[in-house]
C-alpha cells in the first residue's frame, strides 16, 4: 500500500526555512508521496503576518527555493488562520476562527496602547 494520509504542520523560519538543500528533499518526499493522496493536509505556522509570510515566499522564490503552497497557513502566532483552497489564488481567511478571536477585545484599542506604550520607552 502507499502512504497514509497524514497532516504534516510545520514552524518556517528557523525550523522549515533556513536550510535550503533540507527544505528541497522535504518538498520532494511531500509530492512524491502525499500531495496526490486524498486527505493529506500541509500546514505552516508563523508569528509572520500574511503580507510578512507573501515576502518570505517571494525572497525564497527569487533565490530559486520552492516553498510548497501549504492548505493552512497559521498566522500571528495562531490569531489568523487561512485556506489555501484548490483553484484559487487567493488565501481565505478563516471567517469562524476570526470570529472567535474578535470577542473580547478591540483590536485597534489594542494597537494603540501598544504604540502609546513603544513610544514611552523612546
Known amino acids: 500500500g502507499g502512504a497514509s494520509e497524514v497532516l504534516l504542520m510545520t514552524d ?8 535550503d538543500a533540507a527544505l528541497e528533499n522535504l518538498n520532494n518526499y511531500w509530492l512524491d508521496h502525499h500531495v496526490a493522496k486524498r486527505g493529506s493536509v500541509l500546514g505552516y505556522s508563523t508569528g509572520r503576518e500574511m503580507p510578512n509570510y ?24 495562531g490569531t489568523q488562520v487561512w485556506w489555501f483552497d484548490p483553484g484559487s489564488e487567493e488565501p481565505r481567511e478563516d471567517a469562524v476562527w476570526a470570529e472567535k478571536m474578535s470577542v473580547g477585545w478591540d483590536r485597534d484599542r489594542v494597537k494603540a496602547a501598544f504604540h502609546r506604550s513603544i513610544a514611552r520607552l523612546g
Open 54 to 77: 507573501l515576502n518570505l515566499v517571494q525572497q525564497l522564490t527569487d533565490r530559486g527555493v520552492n516553498l510548497i503552497r501549504p492548505d493552512v497557513l497559521v498566522t500571528c502566532d
Open 12 to 19: 518556517l523560519d528557523g525550523t522549515l526555512c533556513g536550510d
